[in-house]
Every structure is written in structure tokens, then in C-alpha cells.
């Protein structure tokens, strides 16, 4: 029986279904709004505005009290491209698809995932929610804490999930291993060695969770506010003793967090990430989310006082672990299809639930080699970082 040549479709097909499946934490994040990439004759450009919820505040009484509506939108930019070169000939693609995908596509797919989930994972940074257990193995309890922190943002119940970094899921495993009575989940945790589902969260664990390096600040409050009634993403400071790095989650004394939205008072301080690193002698920080005092979003219950403390979370120049709880609308992930080629040797483009790939080859007549690019273009933001909340461990 001759052998069957495997066409450039099939050999596109099969790369993206071995990348879709290694895409834990990218598989798990909103993937809805690629399409808008790729409308033929209709192309948006590199970046895609996506608009959040409208919030209102509510009247009492008979007055009318108008409001207005001002929406607002976070920027999804496809900027990044990575891609995987590999040679195959083409006696090689005279091999059965399994044999291929064993020899060629397995390993180019798992490095290729391996950098686009890396990459995808530094939206930690962009999470101002945190559950501090910085110096101690995480524990039921402190993911517990997480699903609070997710609750009292409203996520909604469905598609929330936790990526665990590889010590958290030793240590969650081991301190859950006795307690289940659903026999599934007592199954993976004997055999396989992680979680399942519980809790309401569909627990996996990524060797690509990445640890913070946090700033040289102690977090004993050397940094204070620097006028009062001050609002939006930028806090003018006086100059503290130390460093605050992005990523850094910060207090500041006397501003508690509302609730979305009735607007009142938690009685809990509301936290903030540091969205660029500072300088030992920084007089501004650049914060999210903004403080906001007023209107349908009212985040918080009013402007830090003058001299009000600023707070870290972690001692100076501490290194921890971080794993992260989120809802799915927490973060999204985009691609765009890349413009193919005429006059190349073998050439195909496909997608696959939100992921886009081409691949290209071409004959390298100098070399008497058959080169070939694997390329993906993407890009990732955390469009509503409330929905997320870090879990801070060891």
C-alpha cells in the first residue's frame, strides 16, 4: 500500500490540537473575542477595545436623580509572536499522523505552550486581590479565602478555577488527601496527585506559575500619602526607604474597600498592586485598581488622609510563591491569523476554540533542507482583575 503524503491541513490540524491540549491556564481564560481579528475586509488593527459593565448607584426617595452613562473599555493588544522552526523533509511526511505527531509535532507544541503559558501567567501582576500566607505551606483554608475574595466581587459561581504552582499542589494534596467522600476526586488525589474539583474551583497545577520578587520596602509603612484627597491610578508619596516593584500589593491606611454594589463600607482595606517599579526615592506610585470615591464606581470609601500609611505586603526583598484563583472573565487571551504566504512550498492556517495558527515551509535550495516556521500571534490582558485573587504562599 503506497504511502499517504500528509497535506499541509492536516499537519496544522493535528500542531494545534497538541498545543490546545498542553494550554492549561490559557484553556481555562476567555477566548471570545479572536474573532474580531479576523474578519476578512474588516480588519481592527492589533488592538481591540473591550468595554467593561456599566455601573449605577442608586436613588432613595421620589427625586429623580439622572445619571450618566460613562463606559469604560481595557485594550487587548495581539502584539506577540512566538513561534517554533523546525526541518522536516519530506520523507518524513510520508509517516502516519501518530508517528508524526510523536516524532515532530509533541515536542515543538510542548515548547512553544510552554512559553505562551509562561507569558500568559505574568497577568498575575495585573491582580490586586491577595490572600497573605507569605512564609507558610498554603492550606483548604486559604483557598477558602481566595473564593471570598472572588465572591465579594460578585464573580459569577461557574468557571472559576485555581492554578496551583507545583508546592502548593504537594502541599494542598497532602493536606486534603483524607477528607473527600466523592471517590473521583479521592481517586486523583491518591493517583494522580492533584486536586479535581472542589470548593467550587477546578484545580490544576502549572510548573509555569511564576514566584514575586518583591520590592526592598520592609512593608512596616515607610512610605505615607503625600496630600490628601487624592484619586485615580497614580498616589503622590513621600519618599520611603525602600523599593516597591510591579506586582507589589500595597494598604493604605483608612481606605477600605465598598461593596461594588451597594457602596457600603466592608470595614476591609482595600489593596492595591504596583503596576511599575519604583525607585528607592519615588515620590508617585502607579497603582491599580484606581481610587475611585464617587459615582456607580465607587470602589472605595474615600481619598487616603494626608500621611496616611502605605503598607506591603511581604517583608523586604522577599521571594514567594504565588498560585491563583479566578473566574474566567478574570483574563483573556487573543490571537490573530497571520497572513499567509504565496509561492511557499507548504503553507496552511487554521483555528481551533480561539487559537490560531499558520504553518509555512519552504525549500531551502542552498542548503538542500526543508525549513519550517510554526507561528502563533497573540496577545493577553486581565480585563476585569477583580475576578482574580493571588494566593501567596511558602
Not at 494598604?251 to 457602596?263: D, L, S, W
Request: contains cysteine; glycine residues 8%.
Amino acid at each position: 500500500m503506497a504511502n499517504t503524503i500528509l497535506t499541509p491541513t492536516a499537519v496544522t490540524r493535528e500542531a494545534l490540537r497538541v498545543l490546545h491540549q498542553k494550554l492549561g491556564f490559557i484553556g481555562s481564560i476567555h477566548r471570545g473575542y479572536d474573532s474580531s481579528f479576523a474578519k476578512t475586509g474588516a480588519k481592527i488593527g492589533n488592538t481591540l477595545k473591550i468595554r467593561q459593565p456599566n455601573e449605577y448607584t442608586v436613588r432613595t426617595g421620589a427625586t429623580l436623580s439622572a445619571q450618566d452613562t460613562t463606559e469604560s473599555s481595557v485594550d487587548l493588544t495581539i502584539s506577540t509572536q512566538k513561534g517554533v522552526d523546525v526541518n522536516f523533509t519530506s520523507e518524513e511526511l510520508t509517516l502516519d499522523l501518530d508517528d508524526f505527531t510523536d516524532r515532530v509535532l509533541e515536542p515543538a507544541m510542548a515548547v512553544l505552550a510552554a512559553t505562551m503559558e509562561s507569558d500568559a501567567l505574568s497577568m498575575y501582576k495585573d491582580v490586586y486581590n491577595q490572600v497573605d500566607n507569605v512564609g507558610s505551606a498554603i492550606t483548604f483554608a486559604k483557598v477558602l479565602e481566595g473564593r471570598k475574595k472572588l465572591v465579594d466581587n460578585l464573580a459569577p459561581t461557574s468557571k472559576r478555577s485555581v492554578c496551583l504552582n507545583t508546592q502548593d499542589n504537594v502541599d494542598l494534596v497532602d493536606t486534603l488527601k483524607g477528607l473527600f467522600q466523592d471517590s473521583t476526586q479521592v481517586a486523583k488525589q491518591y493517583r494522580e496527585g492533584y486536586v479535581g474539583r472542589t470548593g467550587g474551583f477546578e484545580f490544576m497545577e502549572s510548573t509555569f506559575m511564576p514566584s514575586h520578587d518583591s520590592g526592598s520596602d520592609d512593608g512596616t509603612g515607610d512610605y505615607l500619602v503625600d496630600g490628601a484627597s487624592q484619586t485615580g491610578a497614580t498616589l503622590v508619596v513621600d519618599t520611603g526607604t525602600g523599593t516597591l516593584l510591579q506586582g507589589d500589593v500595597i494598604t493604605i491606611a483608612g481606605v477600605n474597600r465598598v461593596h461594588p454594589e451597594t457602596k457600603a463600607d466592608t470595614g476591609i482595606l482595600q489593596q492595591f498592586v504596583v503596576t511599575a517599579d519604583s525607585g528607592a526615592s519615588a515620590t508617585s506610585l502607579a497603582i491599580s485598581p484606581s481610587i475611585v470615591t464617587s459615582t456607580g464606581r465607587q470602589n472605595v470609601t474615600g481619598s487616603p488622609a494626608d500621611n496616611a500609611v502605605i503598607t506591603k505586603v511581604g517583608g523586604a526583598s522577599v521571594n514567594y510563591g504565588l498560585s491563583l484563583a479566578y473566574h474566567k472573565d478574570a483574563f483573556a487571551f487573543g490571537t490573530a491569523d497571520l497572513v499567509m504566504p504565496d509561492g511557499v512550498d507548504f503553507a496552511a492556517r487554521r483555528a481551533f476554540d480561539g487559537i490560531s495558527m499558520r504553518i509555512v515551509r519552504q525549500y531551502d535550495i542552498n542548503n538542500d533542507k526543508f525549513p519550517c516556521r510554526i507561528d502563533v500571534l497573540y496577545g493577553y490582558k486581565a480585563i476585569r482583575p477583580q475576578l482574580a485573587a493571588r494566593l501567596a504562599n511558602n
